[in-house]
């Protein structure tokens, strides 16, 4: 069975620097999906960033980046030039590819930003 | 922006007793999903649905619950006989089938 792991339940960072959460998992799959999605308070889920486990690119959103490292089964998530608003609840998560569109989520990184 | 909406926003209940939790999909959405979080506990896959039918459960997923799309809008997930351990929060989530699932707020549900 596929898991995540997420080895940070907290961290903070001052506004306007750089912070990156971790995130491993685990899988016998070659093609899958990871996803980073943000929990602000009291609000839903939303999509921060993919990755395409067949892309060696690493995905950039804006202030968002990843480090995807497939051998090591590796996906951190880069956030630069903190802001207030993203401090939240950060979730990382795992979807295998074909038909299947469960995802596999980590227990989740509470990131405060720090003014 | 449209978004995934739940209803109600927390639910009380007593054990034993039935509850249905209310989604309203993103309304072009093909797909549809229940998660639930345990408190302290990651967010699980409960239960996927396309087409009319579930496509994949989970183990949790066992003969207390069911979810129905009722009037092509809404989307539901009963619990027939609540116990103490399906209080949690429970997340309805839609996709087009472009893999990216959006999320609603979630419904917290107690059972007392």
């Known amino acids: 069975a596929q898991t995540v792991t997420q080895s940070q339940p907290e961290m903070s960072v001052q506004e306007a620097e750089t912070v990156t959460l971790s995130c491993t998992y685990d899988?016998?799959?070659?093609?899958?999906?990871l996803f980073w999605y943000k929990q602000p308070p009291s609000r839903q889920m939303i999509l921060v960033i993919r990755q395409e486990a067949y892309k060696q690119q690493n995905a950039t959103e804006n202030r968002f980046s990843v480090n995807f490292q497939k051998a090591a089964k590796s996906f951190s998530l880069k956030i630069s030039d903190s802001q207030l608003g993203d401090a939240a609840m950060y979730f990382c998560?795992?979807?295998?590819?074909?038909?299947?569109?469960?995802?596999?989520f980590g227990k989740g990184t509470l990131l405060t930003v720090n003014p | 922006e449209p978004e995934v909406t739940q209803t109600p926003s927390h639910q009380v209940t007593q054990m034993g007793q039935e509850v249905i939790l209310r989604c309203v999909p993103i309304s072009n959405h093909l797909y549809f999903y229940w998660y639930r979080q345990i408190l302290g506990q990651k967010v699980e896959f409960l239960v996927s649905f396309y087409n009319n039918e579930i496509s994949e459960k989970s183990e949790i997923f066992d003969d207390q619950f069911s979810v129905e799309r009722p009037d092509g809008s809404n989307f539901t997930l009963k619990i027939r006989s609540t116990k103490l351990e399906d209080s949690a929060m429970y997340f309805c989530?839609?996709?087009?089938?472009?893999?990216?699932?959006?999320f609603g707020p979630g419904t917290r549900l107690t059972v007392t």
């Open positions: 989530a839609s996709s087009v089938g472009s893999r990216v699932q959006y």
């Open positions: 998560a795992y979807m295998r590819g074909g038909s299947n569109y469960k995802l596999t």
């Open positions: 899988t016998s799959e070659s093609d899958y999906y």
